[in-house]
């Protein structure tokens, strides 16, 4: 294809981007899905989200804190080493009658670096002897049966001052019992349920 | 600079000497997206407050803020923004309760230097009820001062200002003491630890 210049239209045509002086792009590099997270230039901004939308369904019985199932993690490896991770679960649970009335049911954020497991930047601090949280302690409701959901919703932050590939995810424990995660133990009643376990990340310029 | 063709290729040019629709690259650059070239529905910033604060509260049976510490502070770049806004409180209610005591916690706004006001999606006028913009929440089965309550919600508000916005909350109880950020016991396998989170993020309109 011929280089034409025309003078008159004020255009040039018959050339590549490529073949411009360096320095140069084209108009569609603006095109829609162009302003990448790593394009974004202002503090607050949100460069990247990931979630996790898990279908596994498993029960769980300890009374340490332990993770529940690896699939319970969201993936991210973050743009800027100073950015700061939002980060928010929605963890159905399904109880079982095998419960006191007054089991205490524990849970908190975790990070994984290589598969390490850390506290996140919102675990609380040292105060007395008590266990640094990022998440909930609950009892089961009144009158609660195989049928019940308790769900632990919330939204906490972290600083993972890195730029290699890390996780979120949580551990839990309870007091004795067992607990069924994303499903209830009834699978027949027309209170028994299923639900998705979620758990979203946002990356935060700053 | 002599311009200069060969082959397929021209250097010598500028941006402004080249065809209608012709932008440099550092249009593009790394970080060069700035917040006037968002459209309606996109976030143009996110602030947050990770407090580690800790502090009781025993206001009776009316609502009042626990802490100035438990703010998150905001200035929109648009009067007519959305400000979302997500609260994460835990806190116990360190014994002495009644099992049937109510507690409440409602969502707040400071503008300036003046006093706290409802968010736009505070409850409206019914009857005699409280307009809340939170939770009201009764202690679980078996509470003493080592349980967790946990007030975790997301609510929005369109303050209507340009200028810097606080979001906190205001919280009551029917009696009794509540510890925020910690339980009320410092020892055995079940006392805790945890930090106030908010965050705000302004959505264009």
């Known amino acids: ?7 008159s239209a004020g255009t040039i045509s018959g050339i590549g981007t490529d073949g411009f002086s360096a320095g140069t792009i084209s108009s569609t590099s603006l095109a829609a899905n162009s302003a990448t997270g790593i ?32 699939s319970y993690r969201v993936s991210i490896t973050p743009l800027f080493s100073n950015s700061v991770m939002l980060i928010s679960y929605h963890i159905p649970t399904g109880w079982n009658t095998d419960w006191a009335a007054n089991y205490v049911m524990r849970v908190s954020a975790k990070r994984f670096v290589g598969g390490t497991p850390q506290d996140i930047s919102s675990v609380g601090v040292t105060n007395g002897s008590r266990t640094l949280v990022a998440g909930y302690h609950q009892r089961p409701g009144n009158s609660f049966d ?9 939204q906490v932050i972290d600083l ?31 209170w028994g349920w299923d639900s998705n376990i979620v758990i979203m990340v946002q990356e935060i310029k700053q | 600079m002599p311009i200069v063709i060969s082959g397929t290729t021209i250097t010598g040019l500028g941006s402004g000497g080249l065809p209608a629709n012709s932008v440099g690259t550092t249009a593009l650059a790394d970080g060069a997206v700035t917040r006037d070239r968002l459209g309606a529905g996109t976030i143009l910033q996110t602030t947050y407050l990770n407090s580690t604060t800790r502090t009781t509260h025993a206001p009776g049976n009316t609502l009042s803020e626990v802490s100035s510490s438990y ?4 200035t929109p ?35 300036g230097g003046a006093g706290a006001s409802d968010l736009s999606s505070v409850g409206v006028s019914n009857g005699s009820r409280w307009l809340m913009s939170g939770y ?33 909350f205001y919280a009551g109880t029917e009696g009794g003491t509540m510890y925020y950020g910690y339980s009320g016991y410092a020892s055995g396998g079940f006392a805790w630890d945890a930090n106030i989170v908010i965050t705000c993020q302004e959505i264009k309109q």
């Open chain 1, 1 to 7: 294809m011929a280089v034409v210049i025309d003078g």
């Open chain 1, 39 to 70: 394009k974004m230039g202002y503090a607050g901004a949100v460069v990247q989200t990931q979630v996790v939308n898990s279908t596994t369904r498993v029960t769980a019985a300890s009374s340490n804190m332990t993770e529940i199932s690896t």
């Open chain 1, 146 to 154: 195989y049928n019940d959901m308790q769900v632990w919703a919330y």
């Open chain 1, 160 to 190: 993972p001052n890195t730029t290699s590939a890390i996780q979120y995810g949580f551990y839990a424990s309870q007091e004795g019992g067992t607990v069924y995660y994303g499903y209830s133990r009834d699978g027949n009643g027309s």
């Open chain 2, 71 to 74: 703010r998150c502070s905001i």
């Open chain 2, 77 to 111: 770049l648009y009067a007519n923004s959305i400000i979302k806004i997500t609260y994460h409180v835990p806190w116990n209610m360190g014994g002495g309760w009644a099992a049937n005591y109510i507690v409440k916690v409602s969502a707040k706004r400071w503008i």
């Open chain 2, 136 to 168: 009201a929440d009764r202690p679980h089965n078996g509470y003493d001062a080592n349980d967790m309550n946990n007030w975790s919600w997301t609510t929005y508000d369109a303050p209507n200002t340009t200028s810097a916005v606080q979001y906190g």
